[in-house]
């Protein structure tokens, strides 16, 4: 549903974008970075706030953009601080973000800072079957300003800065490459949220050729690759993406980023009972990431209502880690934190939806 008369967002727009607004009406590039500031700096809530701009350019400004924030439906937190937040669009979608704590294991590494795990779309088109993303089906792309809402959203919560960020909610963040390199420049500017580059990490399942186009991207960020099956075989029980970019051609592209980017790769595992579990796979695993020197983040499978997959015994955890580490992988397992308040993604979302009898656009 779009409303005809929904004013758009100031959170969608670059500097640059404000600079070319504000001459298109006699406006100096001065203007256009205050406000920028009122907007990511003091977080201003009404145009009428921003004290220093005319009060004709404020008139201006209000009658051209909104400043609405994305309401909080449901807001859950488990005992070990971790957050989940549930969204409404404009359009009365739903969308999840998740806020881990700091001193966690996450992506790889032990990480001192929040870290948000935002979304890109709304439903995920991809399909993986283990994933409460997909089982409503996709909707639509998130806009550049809900990308970024999220961020400002938890920011707001909690009084403190968001200093990681990983693209590893729902949807698929490449299918939606041109809002997301958008999202970033706002999210990584000194102008914006300044989260630097190296902290922001864009998770992908696979979708090669846009691997190739984000790593032409000018800025440091970090690549996650969703891999969960060393094998085409494994890899196409569980990863319809698989059929359309084995894993050839999707390492083949993680070749491609190597030779642009400095950060390692971080290849994301989902253990799940015996599908991927084996400790031959964990053999190819090795072999797969002693060839990109990447990282292996190895998760235990976090249930989901509605799927029959199961996550492996601690003891088979700690074995398939082991086969990684004794072949010279760094990997680690991350037992995750948010188990009790339904953090694997799309769960909150499902939830909520099938309580208000909300039906995804594709029908499912």
Same mark, same amino acid.
């Given at each position: 549903m779009n409303d005809p008369v929904r004013l758009p967002s100031a959170f969608g727009m670059t500097l640059d974008d404000w600079i070319e607004w504000g001459q298109s009406r006699g406006q100096s590039q001065f203007r256009a970075k205050q406000i920028v500031q009122w907007l990511y700096e003091k977080r201003a809530k009404s145009w009428d706030d921003m004290s220093n701009l005319p009060q004709a350019l404020r008139d201006e400004l209000k009658a051209a953009f909104s400043l609405e924030r994305l309401p909080v439906v449901r807001l859950t937190g488990s005992k070990d601080t971790?957050? !989940?937040?549930?969204?409404?669009?404009? @359009?009365?979608?739903?969308?999840?973000?998740?806020?881990?704590?700091?001193?966690?294991?996450?992506?790889?590494?032990? %990480?001192?800072?929040?870290?948000?795990?935002?979304?890109?779309?709304?439903?995920?088109?991809? @399909?993986?079957?283990?994933?409460?993303?997909?089982?409503?089906?996709?909707t639509r792309n998130l806009e550049v300003e809900e990308i970024v809402g999220q961020v400002m959203a938890a920011e707001e919560d909690s009084g403190e800065s968001v200093r990681n960020l990983v693209f590893m909610g729902m949807g698929e963040p490449l299918a939606n490459l041109t809002r997301l390199t958008k999202a970033i420049a706002i999210?990584?500017?000194?102008?914006?949220?300044?989260?630097?580059?190296?902290?922001?990490?864009? %998770?992908? %399942?696979?979708?090669? *050729?846009?691997?190739?186009?984000?790593?032409?991207?000018?800025?440091?960020?970090?690549?996650?690759? %969703?891999?969960?099956?060393?094998? @085409?075989?494994?890899? @196409?029980?569980?990863? *319809?993406?698989?059929?359309?970019?084995?894993?050839?051609?999707?390492?083949?592209?993680?070749?491609?980023?190597?030779?642009?980017?400095?950060? !390692?790769?971080?290849?994301?595992?989902i253990l799940i009972e015996g599908v991927n579990d084996s400790l031959d796979q964990a053999a190819l695993l090795a072999k797969r990431a002693r060839a990109l020197e990447a990282k292996v983040n190895l998760i235990p499978y976090n249930t989901v209502e509605g799927l029959p997959w199961k996550r492996p015994s601690e003891r088979q955890q700690d074995a398939f880690l082991g086969a990684l580490t004794r072949a010279g992988v760094v990997a680690t397992l991350r037992r995750e934190k948010g188990h009790d308040i339904s953090a694997a993604c799309g769960q909150l979302r499902l939830q909520q939806e099938t309580a208000e009898g909300i039906v995804a656009a594709s029908g499912k």
């Open positions: 971790t957050r !989940k937040f549930l969204f409404r669009l404009h @359009d009365g979608r739903l969308v999840e973000t998740v806020k881990i704590p700091a001193n966690v294991h996450f992506d790889g590494g032990q %990480s001192d800072r929040i870290t948000l795990c935002v979304s890109s779309q709304v439903g995920c088109a991809y @399909d993986c079957k283990f994933c409460a993303s997909g089982l409503a089906g996709f999210l990584n500017a000194p102008w914006g949220l300044n989260i630097g580059a190296r902290h922001m990490t864009v %998770s992908t %399942s696979g979708l090669a *050729p846009q691997i190739e186009k984000l790593a032409d991207l000018p800025v440091q960020i970090r690549l996650a690759i %969703s891999l969960h099956g060393a094998s @085409d075989e494994v890899r @196409d029980q569980i990863m *319809p993406v698989n059929k359309k970019y084995p894993l050839a051609r999707l390492f083949a592209a993680l070749e491609v980023w190597r030779t642009k980017k400095k950060q !390692k790769i971080t290849l994301e595992y």
